[in-house]
């Protein structure tokens, strides 16, 4: 009877590996494909997060390598909000400015930035960052979609082959900081009237 078991066990260890490669080789996009939007701006699949395309550039002003996370936040502010940063480079985690305090404008991206936690409350529209981990040195940006009492949602690009271009965070006050319970964000930043 052990050895049936292990036989069985050992067919079905086979036949996982084999879905997970046909999945691997078979993702449910093309690279380019639409898989969401918000206020009409796309959000593109991009398979792996590690997948680079050509620069999208507008007049001259650089959104960002074709469908990576950068390139869909400055795509938003450009297209949402006609917003410019001043400096249109960087990764990621770069967008978050580690020497500014909770609230001070982050001159490199002409947003006001908040920390995690801050006094602010994260609102729609506000682009959060996320810092760089192990298997990603880049970190990740995406956009705040939706704000309830006590979660978050964001819409982003490029998270992976399988990834979901929404996510949701828990989102608490703490003595009056509002803290978004991900060890990864570093913080939002916004764009005031």
Known sequence: MAKKLKIFLALLTTVFVLIFIF??????????????????????????TSNVLDRNTVDGYNIGLKYQCV???????FEYYK?????????????????????????QRALFQHSNPSVSKPKIGDLIV??????????????????????????????????NSRAT??????????????????GWLRKES
Not at 71 to 77: A, G, M
Not at 140 to 150: Q, T
Request: glycine share 8%.
């Open 23 to 48: 999945k691997k080789l078979n993702p449910p996009h093309s690279v380019g494909d639409i898989v969401d939007s918000l206020n009409n701006v796309n959000v593109y699949y991009n398979g792996s």
């Open 71 to 77: 390139e869909f936040v400055k795509r938003y502010y």
């Open 83 to 107: 917003h410019k940063m001043p400096n249109s480079y960087g990764h990621a985690k770069d967008f978050f400015d580690l020497a500014l305090n909770d609230g001070e404008i982050n001159n």
């Open 130 to 163: 996320m810092n760089a981990t192990f298997t990603n040195s880049y970190g990740h940006v995406a956009i705040i979609s939706n704000v309830a009492e006590e979660s978050l949602e964001i819409i982003q690009q490029n998270p992976g082959y399988y990834g």
């Open 169 to 186: 965070f828990r989102l608490e006050n703490i003595n009056g900081k509002w803290h978004v319970e991900n060890n990864r964000v570093l």
